[in-house]
């Protein structure tokens, strides 16, 4: 095992395309190494973790917070579970301690709010350990616990172990306490989750508290805490032989070192955008309709965590009258279904008819996952949909899957002037295509053969990829889900074009133009697949990342698509109207 030295914790593999993705999120669930830093200087403490998940993801996370009036908060929460219950447990209540309106200096205060929006929250049986502590002014730190374990503070010769009482947070209604231990220049203390201290010796027993005592001690007496980070399990194997292989379950150390002067002007906390996970969609506007405040706080604080900038709007009134008003159209559209007055799928309706935003991507979000209301769904335009309660970087993802499909067909319509003339007089004509370049450009080209170009064009392109990234490549569905949510999809593509054993693969594209039809015949040298599945909107497949293609060509570009064989083969065909003569 290795200890955690940076903003990633480490992880075991990936096993599945749902582990992947939650792996992606669990790292951007920590402080990156830039926010520790500044929080060091600012404050004038030092940090140190060591994270543990029992798989590739896990339910124990430590935070910060830097409170304007010059005091730095710090929590570490175990989640019930493990694996990914745990892990999203951990996202939806990273994004609750974001969004709550507590006082953050009141650590008592703070945990009493956060029980009581999760009995709301929370499935039934699933809580959240945790312990939340405020640096401040005083030398001391003040915390309240939530059944977590005591936190330890090592000052000289002397270790001081705090109390760990108080309900789990979201089982029932009840208050917490705070309470404070002396916190010297000097001093560390130390949070932790229960996994280590629960992990068996070779002797039976558990390693317990006295065992996370004698752990403190020794890194809370070391000259740094960059070798706190190297000695952990060298201290765990000197203690007890063969300890970490005996770790079950999720673990998590959080060190901090006061080393300096805690009074600091109170100068506000940095808002720079964030670095990682959505790094290249910054600063996209988007608008958040949800008649619930608490939903509608925890999106807006949270997207404005990752770069974005959301404006919210509580019904759909409000919502269509900022779209009026707007000098540019939003780049996407969080939308509740289920609201009072206007329902959000009678907003999508209307938001489709206006013509500066009747291509705004939006994202459906609805407490009905059954497949009638998904159905219902579609009927009104909703091809993006998320099932609450849902996790704020999964919204995130889905909705760039949906600016993305905009972006797309924006971008094939352009350039398309002129062509038909320079076409007008082609009635049979076979191409070849093998890279992603080359299906722009021939979609672009081929779409201005068309009635309605922009369509066509959209249409071919999604037939024509699917030709290249699932026939001629072999890139399976699972494969794609994989890999656009870890961010390599492009990549792997690039990849696998370059490869000399697929230098000379190229699928085709045959053009018919007949008096009545225009006919396009795709092939591909794939082993085919199961096309059935794609030809409709699948409520099942609303809230992934791709999927689509097929169906908006069939429903929304071609007047009939007809698979051949084994899916290697495709008929799109559109019918011509009798004035319509390029």
């Not at 749902?18 to 060091?40: C, G, I, M, T, Y």
């Not at 947070?169 to 949070?191: F, H, I, N, Q």
């Not at 335009?381 to 099932?387: E, I």
């Amino acid at each position: 095992m290795i200890p955690h030295q940076g903003p990633t914790p480490p992880v075991a593999p990936a096993t599945t395309d749902r582990d992947e993705f939650a792996v992606a999120l669990f790292r951007h669930l920590f402080p990156d190494a830039a926010r520790r830093n500044e929080a060091s200087a600012r404050f004038g403490v030092r940090l140190a973790d060591w994270v543990r998940p029992a798989g590739p993801v896990g339910g124990d996370v430590w935070g910060l917070i830097e409170i304007e009036d010059g005091a730095l908060a710090l929590y570490a929460f175990d989640c019930a579970g493990s694996g990914l219950e745990g892990a999203f447990d951990a996202f939806r209540m990273n994004g609750l301690i974001t969004a709550i309106n507590a006082d953050r200096r009141n650590p008592g205060a703070m945990l009493s709010a956060l029980n009581q929006h999760l009995r709301a929250l929370l499935p039934s049986g699933r809580f959240v350990t945790m312990t939340y502590g405020v640096i401040a002014d005083d030398g001391r730190f003040a915390y309240a616990s939530a059944a977590a374990p005591p936190p330890i503070v090592v000052a000289g010769a002397e270790t001081m172990v705090g109390n760990g009482v108080g309900l789990p947070l979201g089982l029932a209604d009840t208050d917490y306490d705070t309470r404070s231990l002396a916190l010297p220049e000097g001093a560390t203390v130390m949070l932790h989750t229960d996994g280590l201290s629960n992990a068996i010796r070779s002797d039976g027993h558990r390693f317990g508290q006295d065992g996370m005592l004698k752990l403190a001690t020794a890194l809370g007496r070391s000259t740094t805490l960059e070798t706190c980070q190297t000695r952990i399990e060298e201290l765990c194997e000197r203690a007890a032989p063969g300890l970490t292989g005996t770790i079950t379950d999720d673990a998590l150390l959080l060190l901090c070192r006061r080393t300096g002067d805690l009074r600091r002007p109170r100068t506000k906390a940095p808002s720079g955008p964030p670095t990682g996970l959505f790094e290249g969609h910054l600063r996209r506007s988007i608008l958040v309709v949800d008649d619930d405040p608490l939903v509608r706080k925890v999106i807006v604080q949270s997207f404005q965590s990752l770069g974005y900038t959301p404006i919210e709007a509580d019904d759909g009134h409000r919502a269509l009258s900022l779209l009026e008003s707007a000098e540019e159209p939003f780049d996407g559209i969080l939308l509740d279904k289920n609201m009072p007055g206007i329902s959000g799928l009678e907003v999508l309706r209307r938001i489709r008819a206006l013509p500066r935003h009747a291509e705004t991507p939006m994202v459906v979000l609805t407490g009905d996952d059954s497949p009638a209301d998904r159905e219902e769904g579609l009927k009104a335009g909703a091809y993006y949909y998320l099932s609450k309660p849902f996790h704020v970087p999964v919204a995130a993802l889905l909705l760039e899957a949906a600016i993305g499909d905009r972006n797309r067909y924006r971008t094939l319509r352009q350039e398309q002037d002129g062509r038909a003339l320079a076409l007008s007089h082609l009635t049979l004509a076979e191409f070849k295509f093998r890279t992603v370049a080359g299906v722009r450009a021939l979609a672009q080209l081929l779409g201005s053969l068309c009635p309605e170009p922009s369509e066509a064009a959209g249409g071919l392109f999604e037939l024509m990829m699917n030709a290249v990234e699932h026939g001629n490549l072999g890139i399976s569905y699972q494969e794609k889900s994989r890999l656009l949510l870890a961010g390599g999809f492009d990549t792997e593509v690039a990849r696998r074009l370059a490869l000399p054993s697929e230098a000379d693969r190229y699928a085709t594209v045959e053009v018919y133009r007949f008096p009545e039809t225009i006919d396009f015949v795709i092939r591909d040298l794939g082993q085919g697949f199961d096309w059935r599945r794609y030809l409709d909107f699948d409520p099942e497949r609303l809230t992934h990342l791709h999927g689509r293609g097929i169906a908006m060509a069939r429903h929304c570009a071609f007047s009939e698509i007809q698979y051949r064989g084994n899916g290697n083969e495709v008929l799109a065909r559109i019918h011509r109207a009798a004035e319509f003569i390029p």
